[in-house]
């Protein structure tokens, strides 16, 4: 074992490693049996430590824990010989989910970011913006898709069950001012919503937060209307991004 | 609730008599859905857990808090525990600090973190166990052999484990190298172990 990992083994016994420390050593840890023998031994001296800080519990504790476990059930066992007794510990936050939105997340980074960067301007808005996205992200339904657009792209990211949904716009053409963009929700039967107008900052990004129902929506539009929009979409401009 | 615990448990000494069941028995009987074992579990443990808990994160309804996740994170994770690993208590109150810390962590980092001066300067000043009057005899026991660590590495010791800082944070606030840190603790845990005749 090597001089830096032995200088690891007590502080692993006490809990005093991070989170990176502690991952390092685990690791050469299930393959050094000489360093899991010597573990073993300092981590009970360890738990002697706490003989000092011995106190009750409050008495309606054990009734909370009790019910608490009550309510779930073991895991079960590790198959493979796997089983550290090394602390799963990393609360897991709904895993799966977390993994489905992957892709979804790193869109999110990128739009986050760019909200970051416009805080300095309207940081109550940016505020708004990145709850509308932690709400969208929270969503079990959550969903993404890119479109190239004529000119740049667009990112859907929405939830139905949300009923919201958020337009992230990259390298669009900056308008005139005169005239400005407007999203639009359409349906197969019905005549499009207005999902408010938008301009994109001097790089031609922008994010725009949509609330409203989203059953039987299957295309959202981006058109460019003169200035403060327009009740229905200029046909000829229109740019169908599908859901 | 013994010091002789760990000895015991090693021994695979077969059982004769109706004794209590010991802590892996019940663990074992726990990861089977066992809730009464899992109650006595808690029973027998709950003292030394919620007591270091309580120590290192200070508040005693945050205390109560952590320490209900960390016995539902020992009944869910009853099945992986391994004894060939350790022994229950140890398991457990490894499990324990981890959570106690993260508490203090997470509670930190809720407000102005990158700040180093802060955290050196703060105050969260760990207890001089010396001052703590204790009755049991285990907590004497243990309280005699600490006492014969040098007076550095029973800092370093006590700092980590009651303090619930990381090597790196104890030599910063002891101005001291991190090499030396590290030695002091694996110093003072290895004559802790030999002292208290706690074996592997």
Redesign the interface.
């Known amino acids: 074992m090597t001089d830096e990992l032995t200088g690891l083994v007590g502080a692993y016994a006490l809990d005093a490693l991070d989170d990176d420390e502690r991952a390092m050593f685990e690791e050469h840890l299930a393959s050094c049996a000489e360093c899991a023998e010597e573990v073993r031994g300092l981590r009970n001296a360890a738990a002697e430590l706490s003989h000092l800080s011995e106190v009750s519990p409050p008495p309606q504790l054990r009734a909370a824990v009790l019910a608490t476990v009550a309510q779930s059930r073991p895991l079960p066992p590790r198959v493979e010989g796997a089983g550290d007794n090394v602390l799963p510990l990393r609360r897991n936050r709904s895993a799966a989910l977390w993994q489905g939105l992957a892709a979804a997340c790193a869109l999110i980074a990128i739009a986050v970011s760019a909200w970051g960067y416009s805080e300095h301007r309207d940081a109550q808005r940016a505020d708004a913006r990145v709850s509308v996205v932690e709400t969208l992200l929270n969503a079990p339904d959550v969903r993404a898709t890119t479109t190239a657009m004529k000119q740049g792209q667009g990112t859907l990211i929405y939830s139905r069950s949300e009923h919201r949904l958020v337009l992230i716009g990259r390298g669009m053409p900056v308008l005139p001012a005169n005239q400005t963009y407007q999203l639009w929700m359409m349906t197969k039967t019905g005549e499009p919503i207005s999902g408010g107008v938008f301009r994109p900052d001097p790089d031609g990004n922008v994010e725009v937060p949509a609330s409203g129902d989203l059953d039987g929506v299957d295309r959202m539009g981006v058109s460019v209307e003169p200035a403060g929009g327009s009740v229905q979409p200029t046909a000829a401009t229109v740019q169908v991004l599908k859901l | 609730m013994s010091?002789m615990w760990?000895e015991r448990s090693g021994s695979g000494a077969t059982k004769t008599e109706p004794v209590a069941l010991s802590l892996e028995e019940l663990v074992t009987a726990?990861?089977?859905?066992n809730?009464q074992a899992?109650?006595e579990l808690?029973?027998q443990t709950?003292?030394?857990?919620?007591?270091?808990v309580?120590?290192v994160v200070r508040d005693?309804a945050q205390a109560?808090e952590v320490?209900?996740d960390i016995?539902?994170?020992v009944?869910?994770?009853?099945?992986?525990?391994?004894a060939?690993?350790?022994?229950v208590?140890?398991?457990l109150?490894?499990?324990a600090?981890?959570?106690a810390?993260d508490r203090v962590r997470s509670a930190q980092s809720s407000m102005v973190r990158d700040d180093k001066y802060a955290l050196l300067h703060e105050e969260r000043p760990y207890d001089s166990?010396s001052e703590?009057v204790?009755t049991?005899l285990?907590?004497q026991?243990?309280?005699r052999?600490?006492g014969d660590l040098t007076p550095a590495q029973r800092e370093a010791?006590?700092l980590?484990?009651?303090g619930g800082?990381?090597?790196?944070e104890?030599a910063e606030l002891l101005k001291v190298p991190l090499?030396t840190?590290?030695?002091r603790?694996?110093?003072?845990?290895?004559r802790?172990?030999d002292a208290?005749g706690?074996?592997?």
């Open positions: 010091a760990f726990a990861a089977r859905g809730e899992f109650a808690y029973d709950s003292p030394r857990v919620y007591g270091m309580l120590r005693p109560a320490t209900q016995y539902l994170e009944w869910r994770q009853s099945a992986r525990f391994d060939d690993k350790g022994g208590l140890p398991w109150l490894m499990i600090h981890r959570r810390v166990v703590q204790q049991s285990e907590a026991r243990v309280r052999v600490l010791v006590t980590a484990y009651f800082y990381t090597h790196t104890v090499g840190v590290k030695t603790i694996r110093d003072g845990l290895i802790m172990r208290l706690v074996m592997a």
